[in-house]
């Protein structure tokens, strides 16, 4: 069965800090994609990146960057230089491939990191 | 492109009634998937649909829940006889499969429900 833990239930950070969310996820099957969702007070859940798991580049999206590390099955997620409006719960998923198909269907989440960005 | 939209956003129902949620997908996405959240927790899945057809449901999924997707465009999410245990938000989302790894989920606004 799949599992993702989030180890990091609250972060507290000073704007412009750089924080890491950790990420770890279990899964049997060699092929599987990752994802980062940022779900803000609102309440939306906003895709932020996938990963399949035969493309281990890391990945920097401005503030954003991501570390996949198949040896150790993280994830993790950093931002660079904090700011308010970060201010959320992100949450990191898992999907393993689709049997007989092309997709990766159901999502298995973590419990979430929430993070509070001081100003 | 609007994005996945959700109706009612939030539903306050007494045990044992039934309620009815909707779900409009992202314009010409294929694939259609329905979550559950609790207080604290991630989405769980519930089930998902290609098309018209629902090709999985969670074991969460109990008999009172049942899900349509009836023209392959929106979907309705149907709780009978609900209980307290059923308070949570519902959250829709959608997906474009065009090749391998391709489908990647956008999820709408969600359905707050509160069952008193």
């Known amino acids: 069965a799949q599992k993702v833990t989030q180890a990091q239930t609250e972060i507290s950070v000073v704007e412009k800090e750089d924080v890491t969310l950790d990420c770890v996820y279990e899964?049997?099957?060699?092929?599987?994609?990752l994802f980062w969702y940022k779900q803000p007070p609102s309440g939306e859940l906003v895709f932020l990146i996938r990963?399949?798991?035969?493309?281990?580049q890391n990945e920097i999206s401005g503030r954003y960057s991501w570390n996949f590390q198949k040896s150790t099955s993280s994830f993790n997620f950093t931002i660079t230089a904090s700011q308010v409006v970060d201010s959320a719960v992100y949450f990191c998923?898992?999907?393993?491939?689709?049997?007989?198909?092309?997709?990766?269907?159901?999502?298995?989440f973590g419990k979430g990191t929430k993070l509070s960005v001081i100003p | 492109d609007t994005g996945v939209s959700q109706d009612p956003r939030h539903k306050i129902t007494k045990r044992g009634q039934n309620v009815t949620f909707r779900c409009d997908p992202i314009?010409?996405?294929?694939?259609l998937y329905w979550y559950r959240q609790t207080l604290g927790q991630g989405p769980e899945f519930l089930t998902y649909?290609?098309?018209?057809?629902?090709?999985?449901k969670s074991r969460l999924l109990s008999d009172r829940f049942s899900a349509e997707r009836p023209k392959g465009s929106f979907s309705t999410l149907e709780i009978q006889r609900t209980e307290q245990g059923d308070s949570a938000m519902y959250l829709c989302?959608?997906?474009?499969?065009?090749?391998?790894?391709?489908?990647?989920?956008?999820f709408g606004p969600g359905t707050r429900l509160t069952v008193l």
């Open positions: 989302a959608s997906s474009f499969l065009s090749g391998p790894g391709t489908d990647t989920q956008y």
């Open positions: 899964t049997r099957d060699t092929t599987y994609y």
């Open positions: 990963r399949n798991s035969f493309d281990e």
């Open positions: 998923a898992l999907s393993e491939a689709e049997v007989g198909g092309a997709g990766s269907y159901q999502l298995t």
């Open positions: 314009s010409e996405h294929n694939r």
């Open positions: 649909f290609q098309n018209e057809a629902q090709l999985e």
